[in-house]
């Protein structure tokens, strides 16, 4: 079926100036002025660099957004996932028309609500369901249309008892609960969302997501930005990856996450890490016989640990936390569970290596995490620190497992009695 | 199928630069629902938590028209144009308010609602249109009680009396010119202060001064010729002027100063929009 594009961006960027704005800029306004007189362009528009934030740049000017293209079809549920400072507020903050791009442009058809934070405009002062309406005003509802969904609203917040309450009164999770509801009853062909479902328990989160299918099911265009990839997974049907302001990659739901949790890591050695008094290096993934990592063969995760402090640390818990590659944590290993106690003298070195045998794993990319704990204190706490592939084998004996047998792969003995 | 594709196809196209003249009429008519939820917005939340609630608008008026009746008057001998000076004052602090409030407020539009705007786009204009529509009620109020104080000096009052006369008509012509004036000014001062925050002092500070050159306490024929001819180049004292003298009738209607303020309102408006225009898009980046 061809489906029809309903936005299109196009070579979309966005420059914001470092620092602080004052003495400097009215020169930089005049500079811009004559230039724009003598029909040059942008002395400023030149210099900046990608937006890097752990390195230095020489410049005042970073580009959030860098040339920037892609194409969303009608009924589709985006995902636009990204570490911090990948661009992603930026991109949205564009789409809803509240900051305008430095080159570039958006094409819609149709209405573009944006829900970038919940109940935006409500006014401690006033009751419920004054608030309401002009929640819903600002949003771009007509007073009818909020009108005719008000009990439909009330209803979805719960809060039925507090409508002719100030919201001052409210406790926090029912105004966000309140704020949703109006965003939820707008009817917009386009409707883009920023981590709005972080907030409120987990029985609200669920009938949040709930509503959004059903918008994406009524056919309507979602955008969605979370740091939370099993409601990007649950939600989404396709995925964007930024990063320092790019597309990194553009896809189905599960490849983009795969991607976005892999990029960057994709090495199956760290080599230092160094934190509150210890140094691990060396982190790396160790395959049993001819150094290929298979399902059923020996599986080894090894790093030194140094303790560069004139304490002696005692009972240390190792833990790794083992993800696939849609984000799943699939099982943890603790250095607990077994017998030996792991103590590190001052200025001590160990090598610390814990074996999976027969490694129960299916083929495919998994993700390790590493905790080190001391007590009640987290010496080091890494998520996603590498990735490491594992390949496909005859695990239960009966030929190569499949791909789609699911990521863990467990024996199990059947009988069949008469 | 590229040419197939229609490039006009496109309901919603954001770019860059936008036409800085479009005043977008239509935009702000969708969100007129908006506007009456803000006006009331204001209304009530101002209010809330007094006992005297808007009883606030009308004591204000009242005290700083005794003030300075006081002061200037009684105690400074300086005449109000034949007209009793409660009367004077009154009649002039209505309109200034109207214009004074109007302005600082509209000059505060991005400041204020940066959080707001900083998550939702609906047409801005909406906010300081909102901000001269909900001090229209003040002014409604405090006009309320101008007119019964009209009424009392015109019973008690042997030296004065009010006649009824077909130019009560142009009365709402002071009050438009004022709400355009408030308007265009005010869409200049807020565009700059989201760069250059030092404007708000400097507006704060000039509308104090400005209404002592506004012929809201000194009335333009009590002031020496030298002045005078200075004066009169303020739209502001034209129009105070001009209420003035269809409300009270102590002088003819001098319409060459209406015109004159026109014409500046016209000019201030334009060029309010074109720097408002330019600044709403990417004011979230400066503020």
Known sequence: MDKKTVIKVDNLSKQYRLGNIGTGTISHDINRFFAKIRGKADPFLKIGETNDRTKKGNSDFVWALKDISFEIQEGEILGIIGKNGAGKSTLLKILSKVTGPTTGSIKAKGRIASLLEVGTGFHPELTGRENVFLNGAILGMTKFEIKSKLDEIVDFAGIERYLDTPVKRYSSGMMVRLGFAVAAHLEPEILVVDEVLAVGDADFQKKAIGKMQDVSKSGRTVLFVSHNMSSIKSLCNRGLVLNNGMVDFEGEINESIAHYLSFSKNTSTVEKIVANGIEIANLSVIAGKNNIISSGGDCTFHFELKNTTLLDYKNIRVVYDILNEKGIHLFRLINQNDTDVLSIQENGKIYVSCTIPHLPLNEGTYFLSLRVKHGNTFLVNKDNILSFSVNTADYFGIGKVDKHSGSVLIKSSWRYND | ?287
């Open chain 2, 1 to 287: 199928m590229k040419e197939m594709e229609k490039d006009d196809a496109w309901d919603i196209v954001i770019e860059p630069k936008s036409n800085l003249l479009t005043l977008n009429l239509k935009e702000v008519w969708r969100y007129r629902d908006l506007l009456l939820l803000f006006v009331r917005r204001d209304f009530v939340a101002e209010y809330k938590q007094t006992i005297l609630g808007p009883i606030w608008y009308l004591i204000q008026p009242i005290f700083t028209a005794f003030t300075y009746f006081f002061i200037l008057n009684k105690m400074g001998g300086i005449p109000t144009d034949g007209i009793p000076p409660m009367l004077f004052y009154m009649s002039g602090l209505t309109v200034w308010n109207y214009f004074s409030t109007s302005l600082t407020k509209t000059s505060d539009t991005f400041l204020a609602n940066a959080p707001t705007f900083g998550k939702v786009y609906f047409s801005r204009l909406i906010v300081p249109l909102s901000v001269i529509t909900s001090n229209l009620i003040k002014l409604a109020l405090q006009f309320g009680l101008l007119i019964f104080f009209i009424a009392y000096f015109h019973f008690q009052n042997n030296n004065y009396s009010f006649n009824w006369h077909w130019q009560l008509i142009f009365l709402p012509i002071p009050i438009i010119l004022m709400a355009g004036l408030s308007l265009g000014l005010g869409l200049i001062v807020t565009s700059l202060t989201t760069k250059y925050r030092d404007l708000k002092f400097a507006l704060t500070f000039g509308v104090q001064l400005l209404m002592y050159g506004s012929a809201v306490i000194i009335s333009l024929n009590n002031t020496p010729e030298k002045f005078k001819s200075i004066l009169q180049w303020n739209p502001i004292a034209n129009v105070v002027e001009l209420f003035r003298a269809i409300l009270l009738a102590n002088h003819p209607i001098e319409w060459q100063g209406v015109i004159y303020s026109t014409v500046f309102l016209l000019v201030m408006l334009l060029i309010g929009i074109v720097i408002f225009n330019k600044t709403e898009k990417t004011f979230m980046d400066t503020v």
